[in-house]
């Protein structure tokens, strides 16, 4: 790289509209991952920085292979597992899954921005856990219905429920104490689905656009506090949890998803040894395994006609030569937080390592480079 895009600043005019000869070049270095470093230096503000800046790699101090770690992200292989295969340390590994998270949600944004929906919508949870069964969450999708392409995923910290012996409930007791929990999250949570629903309408070529989840009181509540907001916009309908799981059933594009997560995402497996420490790294696995769903994965294993090799991205709308695109540069040229399309709230908590661990007081690590 000669000609740097622009300046890595997030503080510099330079950042979002670099014009003319803004930067200088001050020399080059070597390192172990590479034989030559170009270093620049902003005329505006004054910041050195070099090329790998601007590549995913940047502060480290060894490559290791995104592809690889994508590729036993989604066969449900566990933090550990990757840390023997790759020779690192756990910390290294959970590092570069973060990197991947940041590519996958910024690639996710760019995509999606200005496509055109031309199907119904369907939302519903699905329940986990983060370090221990007292502490259980529910994660809310959203996906389309005939195509099954994944929007968003929203996160809702619950509390233990079901029949417990006199121990469990001393202990579920003594927990909810000193947990913090916001009352109504399942209702808050739903109420941002609705709100991404509501964006997407704008581009929907059906009107009103159709949102099919199941009998939940509190999915009831929130489309009848935003009433004014809906009316005309969205058709709510509901569907009994009840019903047979089967490709006739309107909640099958959700109920497909959870199966898959269950299988593929090892933090989703029950009543195993893997399960998530950490919500946050839990959530950026997450995203990792949405978009491989959604721009790598098949939307037919065996497709035929018109279905053979297209994904769930391509059969929604979205062209695949923009795809092709961002799957060539996601393991490479970094991305940066200022200069993405507009990233749903959930997905700039997310980035920006918000959505705490419960019963950690102490807020995640936030490396400074995440925000630029």
């Known amino acids: 790289m000669n000609h740097p895009p622009f300046c890595p600043n997030p503080y510099c005019p330079n950042h979002f509209q670099a014009a003319g000869p803004w930067f200088i070049k001050t020399g080059s270095y070597h390192s172990k991952t590479a034989p030559r470093i170009q270093k620049f230096k902003c005329k505006t503000c004054g910041l050195s920085f070099s ?17 690889t770690i994508l590729s036993h992200l989604i066969t449900s292989s566990g933090i550990r597992d990757l840390s023997r295969i790759l020779h690192a340390s756990c910390s290294t590994v959970t590092d570069r899954i973060r990197r991947l998270a940041h590519q996958c949600l910024a690639a996710s944004a760019s995509l999606t921005c200005d496509m055109e929906i031309a199907e119904d919508l369907v939302a519903d949870g699905f329940e986990s856990f983060v370090c221990s069964q007292y502490l259980p969450n529910n994660i809310h999708i959203l996906a389309g219905k005939e195509s099954q392409f994944w929007f968003l995923s929203d996160y809702a910290q619950l509390t233990r429920k079901g029949r417990m012996t006199d121990y469990q409930k001393r202990k579920n007791k003594l927990i909810k104490e000193h947990l913090k929990l916001y009352k109504g999250s399942v209702y808050h949570s739903f109420q941002r689905m609705v709100e991404k629903t509501l964006e997407l309408q704008k581009h929907s070529k059906k009107k009103p656009l159709s949102l099919y989840t199941d009998e939940h009181k509190q999915y009831q509540q929130v489309m009848k506090a935003m009433g004014t907001a809906v009316s005309g916009r969205i058709e709510h309908c509901l569907v009994s949890s009840r019903r047979i799981r089967d490709l006739r059933n309107p909640l099958f594009s959700v109920n497909y998803l959870d199966r ?57 709308g979205i062209d695949g030569e923009k795809v092709a695109w961002q799957l060539r540069s996601l393991c490479t040229k970094r991305r940066f937080f200022l200069r993405n399309q507009p990233m749903s709230p959930s997905s700039r908590e997310l980035w920006l390592k918000g959505v705490q661990t419960a019963l950690r007081w102490k807020a995640d690590y936030l490396p400074s480079y995440a925000w630029a």
């Not at 090329?51 to 592809?67: A, E, L, V």
């Not at 497996?269 to 790598?296: D, I, P, S, W």
């Open 51 to 67: 090329t790998r800046t601007f590549s995913i790699d940047y502060w480290t101090h060894r490559h290791i292979c995104y592809h």
């Open 260 to 316: 898959e997560i269950r299988k593929d995402n090892s933090d989703h497996v029950r009543q195993t040894v893997q399960f998530a420490r950490n919500t946050g790294n839990m959530m950026e696995r997450l995203e990792v395994y949405r978009f491989y769903h959604n721009f790598m994965k098949p939307y037919r294993i065996r497709g035929k006609g018109d279905e053979r090799g297209l994904t769930h991205g391509q059969v929604a």
